[in-house]
């Protein structure tokens, strides 16, 4: 009698396990042997499907009527696209298409003050990531994230998410509007799109570029020195003459200019060093390495952001930590007090089309914050 009262149509999702494959999961849904033969063959038909993998959603839509059959099937590829199976009538095989989730663009606004680092409350507040990562890379060449910032400094951030169709986060897109809040002075950065370029300028429509980078490595997780009662991070001194970003070790060190590796190899008391030459005037060292990154060598070329190794204790160091040093003609200069040539300056038609640009995300931020509040 329960039999009778059972629906005649079902609809099982499975979610794959670390040990599964198609034909685990084929048996796993009550169907008859010839139904899983029948699946599995039109499953290996299809070359760009391989086996399963891990948190991969499978679901199937079944036909309990004796004799039982499958009448749909879709198979995960990734979080944007599935293939669909659909059984022909009347035949016993299926045919099948790709199906694309369409995702929504949603702008976020997130805010908060910095207790131990962005990261921290970064992911605190549900920003995704990606997204913090890339909000230290825009800020890397202006802001020291391990001095510059102070305990309760804060920040802003509006930036794209894409949602499936049950709202859930997909993707993330471009930061519009970044905000950096240090001991009360504003650093506003705004996303402007040229023909083929994307770039962050700030409110006078500077790019956010500069030759050398003041962070060379991602500030996200670096924590603010600042309140520390014994210093284990020395400063720029005339004893030390470098400056260091406590990190944990395998932290990747980016190159902080364009340049030519010069040197790549142990350099005693600094352990496993690098060091650039990025023109006449300016090279840049990079101490205590734990190892380097592959393809650095002497005479390799690097591009600014580019990997170049990784944080170490290595040579002489009491933890893992970068030394690095900013040489100006032969001398080495404190990187943190270093002014540089500011980035291009947006002009003519560009600079107007990012000042309507900057009125457009300024409202947009205002109208975030209000829906908020
Ligand atoms: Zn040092």
Known sequence: MSENLKPRYENIIIEV????????????INIPENEVAKILKNITKVKTLNNVYKNQKISFKIDRKE?????????????????????????DEFSYKEIITKLKKVNVYKEGEITNSLYSKAIELGVKPNIIIEFARIYGFQIDFQRDIWKNDSFQIVYENFLDEENKVLDTGNIIFANLILQGKEYPLYFFQKKKAKDHFDEFGKSIKKSLMKTPINGARLSSSFG????????????HRGTDFAAPKGTPIMASGDGKVIRARWCGGGG????????????????????????????????????IGYVGSTGMSTGPHLHYEVIENGKKINSQTLKLPSGKILKGEDRKLFEIEKIKIDVLKSELIAKKN
């Open 17 to 28: 396990n670390d040990s599964d494959t198609f034909e685990k999961i084929l048996r796993r």
């Open 67 to 91: 004799p039982i059959k499958v009448l749909e099937f879709s198979i995960e590829k990734s979080k944007k696209k599935k293939l669909l199976f659909s059984r022909n009538n009347n035949l």
């Open 228 to 239: 520390m009662r014994k210093h284990p991070i020395l400063g720029f001194n005339k004893m």
């Open 272 to 307: 496993n060093c690098v060091k650039i030459k990025h023109n006449s005037t300016y090279s840049t060292v990079y101490a205590h390495m734990s190892k380097f990154a592959r393809g650095i060598k002497e005479g390799a070329r690097v591009k600014q952001g580019q990997i």
